[in-house]
């Protein structure tokens, strides 16, 4: 089977990308991915071996965009959606794997013009604009949120799996507030810093780079030692030697801890896209999986609320709700569907 997959703009969509290739080349298919000059994508993407091609187009984001500049973007996605359907063909392309994000709405709309199977996965528990319009159009739509998707889970890396454990006592905990940092994480972290010290739990901390020197800064004035980080690549193994993480709610970090089995308190990027943070975040906390809680000025009161709750069976119930090879699934739907298609 040759396959597309396209899509990007940030982290969370790429890492999926990343997933199905990794997955679709494991049974011997080959692919193509096609994304944006704009976003992450050619960081992620430009000199990788995993696929046979890659092709950057030039697009950006419609949604925010005004006026003019709105119609100088429609007319980028007019232009890709062309190139596109070049590329496809010159592939003999089976079918799209869309990962979402802007980069995605050239191949999608020319694999639909095409009738070639267009599947789309959303990494998120609010639809993106482009997946909800490409939806009705998709042979599949997978979401780890959604009750009728016929795929449960979300693809995460398998040293997730393999190093899962139950949590059954708080002695460390990582805060974590993405690659970027996160101002909020950072001073909810140093406010409690001293009562999680006294309780001789201790702290790994991914501040970020921006914000590194300050949080050092009041580390040291607190005359507490920890494990500080600007930026890591080590996050992996910090997270399966966690007990319990405090952490922003991207989708992929979610997914991650859930898979690991690691609980955790949520503070949601209040200025997601839809707010999507939110919604991913809530969709744990219902299941009784974990907590979620807004900033605010009494979030040191929340958290420390949840110090003496039980970790074992959170943990247990994560690990339980974590799916296996969910990226190999996919691609055996896609080539099952396909396979269906010809009969």
């Not at 398998?158 to 507030?177: E, H, P």
């Not at 406010?191 to 702290?203: C, D, R």
């Amino acid at each position: 089977m040759k396959l597309c997959i396209t899509g990007g703009g940030t982290g969370g969509h790429l890492m999926i990308a990343e997933a199905l290739v990794i997955a679709a080349k494991k049974d011997g298919h080959e692919v193509i991915f096609v994304g944006s000059t704009k976003g992450q994508d050619k960081k992620y993407f430009e000199n990788s071996t995993l696929f046979s091609e890659v092709y950057f187009l030039q697009t950006t984001g419609v949604v925010n965009q005004k006026g003019v500049g709105k119609i100088k973007a429609l007319f980028k996605v007019f232009s890709a959606f062309i190139k596109s359907r070049t590329i496809l063909k010159e592939h003999s392309i089976d079918a799209v794997y869309s990962v979402g994000g802007f980069s995605a709405a050239p191949a999608s709309l020319a694999s639909i013009s095409m009738r070639m199977p267009l599947f789309i996965h959303e990494q998120n528990a609010v639809k993106g604009r482009l997946n909800s319009l490409l939806k009705p159009y998709a042979k599949r739509f997978i979401s780890a949120y959604d009750e009728d998707s016929p795929i449960k889970g979300y693809p995460v890396k398998d040293v997730f799996y393999k190093s899962a454990r139950v949590r059954q006592n708080l002695k460390t905990i990582i805060f974590l507030g993405g690659s970027h940092g996160a101002k909020a994480i950072n001073d909810l972290a140093l406010s409690v810093a001293s009562t999680l010290n006294e309780k001789g739990i201790k702290i790994i901390h991914q501040a970020g780079e921006s914000d590194y020197e300050r949080v050092k800064k009041e580390y040291e004035n607190l005359g507490i030692s920890v494990k500080l980080y600007g930026f890591t690549t080590e996050l992996t193994r910090l997270i399966q030697i966690s007990d319990l993480a405090v952490s922003r709610a991207g989708a992929s970090t979610l997914w991650e801890l859930t898979t690991n089995g690691c609980p955790a308190f949520y503070v949601p990027y209040p200025h997601a896209a839809s707010d999507h943070q939110y919604h991913n975040a809530k969709f744990i906390q219902e299941k009784e999986l974990g907590w979620c809680e807004r900033e605010s000025e009494d979030l040191k009161d929340k958290f420390l609320a949840i110090l003496d709750e039980p970790l074992e069976h959170k943990s247990r119930a994560l690990i339980q709700y974590g799916k296996k090879d969910v990226a190999l699934q996919m691609i055996r739907d896609v080539q099952k569907v396909n396979s269906d298609n010809l009969l």
